[in-house]
């Protein structure tokens, strides 16, 4: 006899923060949380440190009513470190950093960009650390975005699954994410260039479990859109494991999503976390601005 499934107990951990220009307040007891209290272009360096511990302690934040300029955008952006390279999408002309996602009102497409549960990239060797999202106009309801917490996931597996995954290696492939948009949209996948496609359909290996090079702290790195495979595994043998680890870190208790509005800039963490653009908004535009800050190498 099987047990029922129960929601987790136990410690989430995504208290406030408190520092001398701002304070945060949670969004989820999962992560996620809204930073009150400053202009973003107005940060000093002292507001810029707390600031990136805020965003490792809470996984992702949110800033209301900034109106940000694709200038202003891509100069705080640069302080949080040095760009990363993005495999899918161009800049704007003028902000090359500054990447457009915009969904017109008569556009209805069976995939979007970012509409599956993944974390940004992975299937580079390098992949981003940091992404950053604004909006400039937003459906009135729909279009929402949702991240999980991968660190929080890990922690509420068994010590003895945990164990399991110590040392595993995860191959991080876009190969059926390619297949899958190809079927969907019936045309090539738009890629920034040709050595993009191949390092995407070649993928990385990285470490199923990994560290955050700041904090220390250990996360799942997986998923659902990029994880392909675990390195010495038949696929029969690691589909199970992945999909189940997919399902396990996107149940409702580890995760937070927002409700967008123009305006707002939010940020997150991709190594300790997945999220999902939705496709849910049709006869609405949705205009969204993202960065990526480079990444090291996962351990
Ligand atoms: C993304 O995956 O970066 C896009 C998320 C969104 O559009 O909400």
């Known amino acids: 006899m099987w047990e029922v499934r129960v929601s987790p107990s136990g410690e989430f951990g995504n208290h406030p923060l408190h520092f001398a220009q701002f304070h945060t307040a949670p969004l989820a007891a999962a992560m996620g949380a809204e930073v009150v209290g400053v202009r973003l272009t107005e940060l000093d360096e002292q507001g810029l440190a707390d600031f990136k511990q805020a965003l490792y302690h809470?996984?992702?934040?949110?800033?209301?009513?900034?109106?940000?300029?694709?200038?202003?955008?891509?100069?705080w952006a640069a302080?949080?470190?040095p760009f990363a390279v993005d495999a899918y999408t161009q800049g704007v002309p003028g902000h090359r950093e500054?990447?457009?996602?915009?969904?017109?009102?008569?556009?209805?497409?069976?995939?979007?960009?970012?509409?599956?549960?993944?974390?940004?990239?992975?299937?580079l060797p390098i992949p981003?650390?940091?992404?950053?999202?604004?909006?400039?106009?937003?459906?009135?309801?729909?279009?929402?975005?949702?991240?999980?917490?991968?660190?929080?996931?890990?922690?509420?597996?068994?010590?003895?699954?945990?164990?399991?995954?110590?040392?595993?290696?995860?191959?991080?492939?876009?190969?059926?994410?390619?297949?899958?948009?190809?079927?969907?949209?019936?045309?090539?996948?738009?890629?920034?260039?040709r050595e993009q496609f191949e390092q995407g359909q070649r993928g990385t290996m990285h470490p199923l479990i990994r560290k955050?090079?700041?904090?220390?702290?250990?996360?799942?790195?997986i998923c659902d859109t990029y994880a392909a495979g675990i390195e010495g595994m038949t696929s029969h043998e690691a589909k199970p494991i992945l999909d189940y680890l997919v399902a396990h870190a996107t149940q409702h208790a580890f995760t937070c999503r927002l409700r967008?509005?123009?305006?707002?800039?939010?940020?997150?963490?991709?190594?300790?976390?997945?999220?999902?653009?939705?496709?849910?908004?049709?006869?609405?535009?949705?205009?969204?601005?993202?960065?990526?800050?480079?990444?090291?190498?996962?351990?």
């Open 79 to 81: 302080r949080l470190g």
């Open 128 to 193: 981003p650390a940091i992404t950053t999202l604004r909006q400039v106009e937003g459906p009135p309801y729909g279009g929402d975005t949702t991240w999980a917490n991968c660190a929080l996931a890990l922690r509420h597996l068994s010590p003895a699954y945990r164990e399991m995954l110590r040392g595993l290696n995860v191959w991080m492939s876009a190969a059926n994410n390619f297949a899958t948009q190809e079927k969907l949209l019936g045309g090539a996948i738009q890629f920034a260039d």
């Open 212 to 221: 955050h090079p700041e904090t220390g702290e250990e996360s799942l790195y």
């Open 260 to 299: 967008w509005e123009p305006g707002m800039v939010a940020l997150w963490d991709n190594r300790l976390t997945m999220h999902l653009g939705p496709n849910d908004y049709d006869g609405y535009r949705r205009e969204m601005y993202r960065t990526t800050t480079a990444g090291g190498v996962a351990e």
């Open 58 to 75: 809470h996984k992702m934040l949110f800033i209301r009513d900034q109106h940000l300029t694709h200038a202003e955008h891509e100069a």
């Open 98 to 123: 500054v990447h457009p996602i915009i969904k017109e009102a008569q556009t209805s497409s069976k995939a979007l960009f970012g509409g599956g549960w993944h974390t940004d990239s992975p299937f």
